[in-house]
């Protein structure tokens, strides 16, 4: 149950919601400890889950939503909570065409320059007991994760073994 008074974000990682696709997957951390405190794990319509993380979000104090926003359904989520005046959503700075205007665009971007800093960090945090994770699939998942090598094209980065690093 939630806490009054008490912040807490919605980390949510999105994808196409088929059945052969990646999962999706949404954890709910109290802020003042990192514990996480809820979380889902499954395949799920984009849609549908937009509506569910609402109703999350304001469950939890108004959380601050944290959506991925690199995905092709991302920019569908995001237009969601956004059209049900979800007042609490993640944005950082990107530099517009003119280099002189900042844009707030919503949602989170994994891309290949930052992942490996976040799996570092995320390191970091259970070696030094800064986050609990009391959901036994996240750490099944988190123990898959680790650098792939494209032997043929040389290509690396980070990726779970079965592709599936919610």
């Known amino acids: 149950m939630p806490i009054p008074g008490y912040g807490y974000s919605l980390g949510v990682d999105l994808s196409e919601g088929g059945e052969k696709s990646d999962f999706t997957s949404a954890h709910v951390i109290k802020c003042m400890t990192n514990e996480i405190v809820a979380t889902w794990h499954g395949r799920i319509n984009p849609d549908s889950f937009a509506r569910q993380c609402v109703y999350a979000g304001y469950w939890y ?37 003119n280099r002189n205007i900042m844009l707030k665009t919503f949602g989170f971007e994994t891309d290949a320059f930052n992942k490996p800093r976040i799996v570092f960090e995320m390191r970091k945090l259970l070696v030094d007991h800064k986050i609990v ?7 099944d998942e988190m123990n898959e994760f680790q650098e792939v090598r494209d032997v043929d094209n040389e290509n690396h980065g980070f990726g779970a073994i079965e592709g599936n690093d919610d």
């Open 61 to 97: 104090n108004t959380a601050i939503m944290c959506p991925e926003s690199k995905t092709r359904s991302g920019g569908a989520f995001i237009a969601i909570i956004r059209a049900a005046n979800y007042p609490n959503v993640y944005q950082r700075r990107a530099t517009g065409w």
């Open 133 to 139: 994770i009391p959901c036994g699939k996240t750490l």
